[in-house]
């Protein structure tokens, strides 16, 4: 047990469908991130949140939004995509951002856009 | 950005056999960490490392700063070994961590 939490695992959407994903962590830590896990190519940073504050956008598609309510939770909300956003999407979290802090990822959730 | 390449990309290996994996990042790092990722997607951190060597039961890991170079060692490999193992660089400044593509392990019986 990892001690973060990613739902659904699974999510097929069409393109004009608007979804949500979800992460909740229990480890207490301050800080959470989104990364996209593309087929042959290496984990993507999407969005950072620091103590609730976005402190990284990697040139994310406005298609993608996050969404941090508390230092527990994180959302990435979709809407329109694009076929060649399907890929596994990963939440992590660690003790704060900025650092080399160990960061401990969630299981995913596999999108696929049709 | 800190290109951070792997080798080999793919590696088999029989049971009981000893695997070394490398990694090597273009730019200075405050960190450098193991992960390990088994089909299915779930990644668990392995080690976390800024200088010497860290042992985990069967595992090793090493690093060299001056070198820019870190190796991650498998002693007495076993099949539930078997997974993608990816070495991430943790720059100076910034947040992000960069990711190598990773290897793909797979210890046969």
């Known amino acids: 047990e990892t001690g973060v939490t990613q739902t659904p695992r699974h999510l097929v959407m069409g393109m004009t469908n608007k979804k949500s994903l979800k992460c909740e962590q229990h480890l207490g830590h301050n800080a959470m991130y989104w990364y996209k896990q593309s087929a042959k190519k290496p984990l993507e940073l999407m969005f950072v949140?620091?103590?609730?504050?976005?402190?990284e956008n990697n040139s994310v598609p406005s298609r993608f939004s996050p969404e941090c309510p508390n230092s527990s939770h994180l959302f990435l909300h979709l809407h329109t995509l694009q076929p060649e956003d399907s890929a596994l999407y990963l939440c992590?979290?660690?003790?704060?951002?900025?650092?080399?802090?160990?960061?401990?990822f969630g299981p995913g959730t596999r999108l696929t856009v049709t | 950005k800190n290109e951070v390449e792997q080798s080999p990309q793919n590696l088999t290996a029989q049971e009981g056999e000893f695997i070394t994996i490398n990694c090597s990042y273009s730019?200075?790092?405050?960190?450098l960490h193991w992960l390990q990722q088994h089909p299915g997607g779930g990644i668990v951190s392995l080690f976390m490392?800024?200088?010497g060597k860290k042992k985990h039961g069967r595992l090793i890991a090493t690093i060299n700063i001056q070198e820019k170079h870190s190796s991650l060692h498998i002693t007495a490999s076993h099949p539930r070994d078997s997974a993608v193992y990816i070495c991430?660089?943790?720059?100076?400044?910034?947040?992000?961590?960069?990711f190598g593509k990773g290897t793909s392990l797979l210890v046969t019986p």
């Open positions: 949140y620091n103590f609730k504050e976005q402190t």
């Open positions: 991430a660089a943790h720059s100076n400044s910034g947040y992000a961590l960069n």
């Open positions: 490392l800024s200088s």
């Open positions: 992590a979290s660690s003790t704060q951002a900025g650092g080399p802090y160990e960061q401990y």
């Open positions: 730019v200075g790092i405050s960190a």
